[in-house]
T-cell receptor
């Protein structure tokens, strides 16, 4: 079993839809949770960063962490064609030396 | 501020040949990471440097992979000899201590 599981998609939605992306994990030591966005032939870029459980909102993006269920989510409101990319969840823990464990990524396509 | 620079962007070699990748991190970032991203998977950490010292190389296949970071700035990752399964994107990232990791565009390696 992988430490971090993520549905690879692809996920195709119409413009303006609400998108829900999810990851589950098995290591209860994870405390810091990130979402990276990766455009084709580019490196990942940090989108959202949360610590422990709860919600965090930034514009059209909301990150949600449920540590009791070992489940994290990223919601994208009013999705745009420019949101088409691969979304990677990543996580680490205190004392982990900033070593990130990534999910496999979910490929998202927002269509006009 | 200039981002993480990597070269070459693409490389095609035959199995058993050797190859080297170069990374220039963001100025002032003491921590440098090399990741391997196989198609359809998330990045996997190969090696982490703090200045010019190795922090974590537990997932580096040391029989064929080597990396160095002389003078605590630029870094090179070498594969010798390459195998077919080494075909992947090699991502370099840097961070200020254990802060947010910033990724370069990656080097796409194809081993024939």
């Amino acid at each position: 079993q992988k430490e971090v599981e993520q549905d690879p998609g692809p996920l195709s939605v119409p413009e303006g839809a609400i998108v829900s992306l999810n990851c589950t994990y098995s290591n209860s030591a994870f405390q810091y949770f990130m979402w990276y966005r990766q455009y084709s032939r580019k490196g990942p870029e940090l989108l959202m960063y949360t610590y422990s459980s709860g919600n965090k909102e930034d514009g059209r993006f909301t990150a949600q962490v449920d540590k009791s269920s070992k489940y994290i989510s990223l919601f994208i409101r009013d999705s745009q064609p420019s949101d088409s990319a691969t979304y990677l969840c990543a996580m680490t823990f205190t004392g982990g030396g900033n070593k990130l464990t990534f999910g496999t990524g979910t490929q998202l396509k927002v269509e006009l | 501020e200039a981002g993480v620079a990597q070269s070459p962007r693409y490389k095609i070699i035959e199995k058993r040949q050797s190859v080297a990748f170069w990374c220039n991190p963001i100025s002032g970032h003491a921590t440098l990471y090399w990741y391997q991203q196989i198609l359809g998977q998330g990045p996997k950490l190969l090696i982490q440097f703090q200045n010019n010292g190795v922090v974590d190389d537990s997932q580096l296949p040391k029989d064929r992979f080597s990396a160095e970071r002389l003078k605590g700035v630029d870094s090179t990752l070498k594969i010798q000899p390459a195998k077919l399964e080494d075909s992947a994107v090699y991502l370099c990232a840097s961070s200020f201590a254990t802060d947010t990791q910033y990724f370069g565009p990656g080097t796409r390696l194809t081993v024939l």
